[in-house]
Each structure stands twice: as structure tokens, then as C-alpha cells.
């Protein structure tokens, strides 16, 4: 089974016989190191598959004659290039879009797969549906379908959804979905449609979430069934209303204008939280929204530690980003977005003081926020903390650890995330003394104790939550009572 970096990989071999190492590296936007480690784990693969590997002499990849009529030949086999979670994905998006029954025959035709493999897929996917309160249900005679509110199908089906777009190859596997089914209309033209309406009504949206917004509504088409009555849009929160209730609900309309108010109020809700920005046409909205705006600010830099609070630059992309962002939250709606991990690993720190500061829109909304909405206001934040590091609040930090060099890189990158205005030098297990101008930093963060003359903070090779917490306050309040 080849994961979503696997694919990306031998697709860009197909496409470019003569790619170099660093090439490659670059345009996969990964190091050198890790490249030739994910071509190892590809090896075994592709030797089962296809008798043949990746060889390298160092600076490029030496590719098998047969590379591309092989693997292209082998390419239609959806089932062996993706995870199970894309795979029950898959198989909910084939069954949605039926809008009937579908036969277990269909379902391997599909992905595949062997009639046991299939009831075994379909077993876990119940599990799944059960959490949105609805039920795939089996009949013998004819197959599976869906049973329960359609408000609840359309929302499992567009978390389903989510789970595809992120894939790397998400593109081919909607694709196939699709060629299996007799369409009314072509993909291509009702997408072109929704991007015409768009430009009509000066409606932008952020484009990977127009890539998402325009199959999520594809697949509604296709599936054509109305939610008549049981869509549960909830106008408890004012600022819901305020922003739901602008031209949005005129443009959900002309996207499918002969369905319900229902249908149009879900759509709408869906391009606000696709959107880039929203102008809101109620005063009070406005004011509303600067306020939680400033108030976000407020928290987020008590947090962090860096007064974000005085600059009207972050302030107008915050509110513009909050606006989309508030709906999204109160209703729920997904983010496809692949990076959250890589942020909450890379970022901690900065991840975590981002989501305490969030706590402010959490009890206004009085609903809990997702990492993938986290990750988002963490990229926000960090993105003007390292655009903005002012060389006289910058400095020097000397990394001395006696753990091994492993430890050393990995408390290197903890102290770098956690103080974004600290360059940071580093040395495996040396006396002060030793071959280092100690005038050259301002500090140093050591896992033994030193004398030197510099400022010392005694740090351990892997710090918990409260650990960093406490050492980024000590730092804090050194930084701001030292004078170099």
C-alpha cells in the first residue's frame, strides 16, 4: 500500500524521467534525506508489484525502462494506492451519489476488491454512519443504500468528502466515482457554472476550498434529493444570522434555485466558510466583530508574549479571516487542509498559545474549536511574528547538550519554535571555553550547569507542556529586565 507522499512521488517520476535528486526534493518540497528515506520504503513496494526499483548515483534517479508503461498500466487499481480512510470515503461517495441501491457487485467494480473484502469495508463504514445518527442498510435483492435524515447523510457524506480532497490524488479517485455513474450533467460544465456565478456576484473564495465547495455541491446535484424539512440550521448566535443572511443566500439560490430554503441556507453557510472575505451589511455586525477581533488580539499576545494588539495590518486580516472562520466553528463545517499536524509538531508552542488565546471565541460561541481551525489562526499569527522580527529585539542563544547529537537537533528545534526572535548556535557537550567567542550570544540554554558570564537557563533535552510554558515566561521576563 503506498501512502499519499509515495504517490506523489512516482507520479512525479512518471512525469519527469530525467528529475535529479534535489529536483525531486524541491518540487516535493522535502529534503534531500527524507526523499532517498521514502524511496527505500517504496522499494519493497514496487518490487512486488512490478519487479522492478529506484535505483540513485548520488545526484539522479536511474529509473527502469518499463517505469511508466507499468505503473501506468497498474495506476487503475484505486484499491492498492490508498489508506482505508479514503477507501470507506470512497465507498460513501459512491452510495450518496446512487441516491438508490447499490450491489455489492458495483462496490468491487469500484475499488477492486473481493466480495469479503467488501462486506468488511462496508462493516467498519457502518460504524462510522452510526455516529451521524444514520444507517447503511443491505437488501439482497438489490444492495445497500442510506437510511436516515437526509441533513444527516449530506453531512456525513461531506466529512467523507474532506477525507478524499486531502489526499494527494484526490482528483483521479472523484473522477473514477463519477465515470461510474450516468451523469446529467458534466462535471466540467456545472463547475464552470459555479466559478460564473462567482465572478458575477464578485464572490472569491480561497481556492482550494472553491476545489472542495465545487464537488461537495456536484455531488448534492447528482444525488438530487431535496433536504425538505429537517435541515437543522440554527439561528441561536446573531452574528450567524447577520453574516448567513447577506448576498450568500442570494447566490445559494442561483446555484440550485429550484430547491429548498433549507438547501439554500446550508449552501450558504458553506460558501461563507469557503469564502476569503465577507462584507457584512449590518453596522452592529461590524462592530461586533472588531471587538472580538481586538479581544482575540488581546489574548492570543498575553499568550505568546508579543503585542500583536497595536498593529493595524494584523488586525484587518484577522478580521477578515474571523468573519469565515466564526461560521465554520458554529456549524461545524470541515477544513480540508493537510497541514495541521505539521503545524501543531513544528510550531508547538506557538500552536498551543494560539489555542489559549482562542478561549475567547470558544465561550462566545460556546462550542469547542478543532485543531484544523487552530492551525489556521496559528499560521495567521506566525506569519506576521516572523515577518516582523526587528533587530533590536532580536538575539543570539547558544544549545549546549551532553544527550547526543540527537537530542541536541531535537532540543534545538523545541527552543526555536518556542522563541521565534532567538537564533540559535549549538554545540554537542563543550566547556564554555572551547571554541566558541562566548561575545558572539546572549544567552545560553544548557542541560548542565555552566559558569559563565552570560545569562544560563538549565533546560532538559524533552520538556512537557508546563515545562516549556514556564521556561518561555523565565526567558520573557529576563529578556525584558536585561539590558545588552
Given at each position: ?263 439554500s441556507l446550508f449552501i450558504a ?115 506576521y511574528l516572523k515577518s516582523n ?96
Amino acid at each position: 500500500m503506498f501512502d499519499k507522499l509515495s504517490l506523489e512521488i512516482l507520479e512525479l517520476f512518471s512525469r519527469y524521467e530525467n528529475v535529479t535528486v534535489s529536483e525531486a526534493a524541491k518540487l516535493l518540497n522535502i529534503n534531500r534525506r527524507k526523499l532517498l528515506y521514502e524511496i527505500e520504503k517504496i522499494n519493497p513496494a514496487l518490487e512486488k508489484m512490478f519487479g522492478m526499483s529506484i535505483e540513485n548515483d548520488g545526484e539522479k534517479f536511474l529509473l527502469p525502462l518499463s517505469f511508466n508503461e507499468k505503473w501506468n498500466s497498474q495506476y487503475s487499481n484505486l484499491n492498492s494506492y490508498i489508506h482505508k480512510t479514503e477507501r470507506l470515503a470512497t465507498l460513501t461517495m459512491f452510495i450518496y451519489i446512487n441516491n438508490s441501491y447499490i450491489s455489492t457487485y458495483h462496490l468491487q467494480e469500484l475499488l477492486v476488491l473481493s466480495k469479503n473484502s467488501i462486506l468488511k469495508e462496508m462493516k467498519e463504514l457502518r460504524v462510522k454512519c452510526e455516529e451521524y445518527g444514520i444507517e447503511i442498510k443491505y437488501s439482497r435483492e438489490e444492495g445497500y443504500f442510506f437510511k436516515g435524515k437526509e441533513s444527516r447523510i449530506r453531512l456525513f457524506a461531506e466529512k467523507q468528502l474532506t477525507y478524499l480532497l486531502i489526499g494527494c490524488d484526490a482528483e483521479w479517485i472523484l473522477e473514477r466515482i463519477i465515470s461510474l455513474q450516468i451523469t446529467k450533467k458534466k462535471k466540467a460544465i456545472f463547475f464552470e457554472e459555479i466559478k460564473n456565478i462567482f465572478k458575477t456576484r464578485e464572490v472569491h473564495l480561497v481556492s482550494k476550498r472553491l476545489q472542495f465547495f465545487s464537488w461537495l455541491m456536484y455531488f448534492i446535484y447528482l444525488r438530487s434529493k431535496s433536504d425538505e424539512d429537517d435541515f437543522n440550521i440554527s439561528f441561536d448566535d446573531k452574528l450567524c444570522m447577520d453574516v448567513v443572511n447577506t448576498e450568500m443566500r442570494e447566490v445559494s439560490n442561483m446555484i440550485f434555485y429550484n430547491y429548498s430554503t433549507r438547501d439554500s441556507l446550508f449552501i450558504a453557510t458553506r460558501i461563507i466558510a469557503a469564502s476569503d472575505y465577507i462584507e457584512l451589511k449590518n453596522e452592529q455586525s461590524e462592530y461586533e466583530f472588531a471587538y472580538l477581533t481586538k479581544w482575540v488580539l488581546e489574548e492570543v499576545s498575553e499568550s505568546i508574549g508579543f503585542d500583536f494588539s497595536s498593529n493595524t495590518n494584523i488586525f484587518s486580516t484577522l478580521y477578515s479571516h474571523l468573519i469565515p472562520a466564526y461560521v465554520r466553528i458554529y456549524y461545524d463545517i470541515p477544513l480540508n487542509i493537510p497541514l495541521t499536524a505539521t503545524i501543531q509538531y513544528e510550531y508547538k508552542f506557538v500552536f498551543d498559545q494560539v489555542k489559549k488565546g482562542l478561549r475567547v471565541l470558544e465561550n462566545k460561541l460556546s462550542v469547542p474549536i478543532n485543531d484544523d481551525e487552530v492551525g489556521l489562526f496559528t499560521i495567521h499569527f506566525l506569519g506576521y511574528l516572523k515577518s516582523n522580527r526587528m533587530e533590536d529585539n532580536h538575539f543570539q542563544g547558544l544549545v549546549i547538550c551532553e544527550e547526543g547529537i540527537s537530542s541536541l537537533l531535537m532540543l534545538v528545534n523545541t527552543l526555536s519554535n518556542i522563541f521565534l526572535n532567538i537564533d540559535f548556535d549549538y554545540y554537542p557537550n563543550q566547556s564554555i571555553s572551547e571554541d566558541y567567542d562566548s561575545r558572539k550570544y546572549d544567552m545560553i540554554f544548557s542541560t548542565r550547569k555552566l559558569k559563565s558570564k552570560l545569562i544560563i537557563f538549565e533546560v532538559k533535552p524533552v520538556m512537557s507542556a508546563v515545562e516549556r510554558n514556564v521556561l518561555w515566561k523565565k526567558v520573557k521576563k529576563t529578556l525584558e529586565t536585561t539590558t545588552y
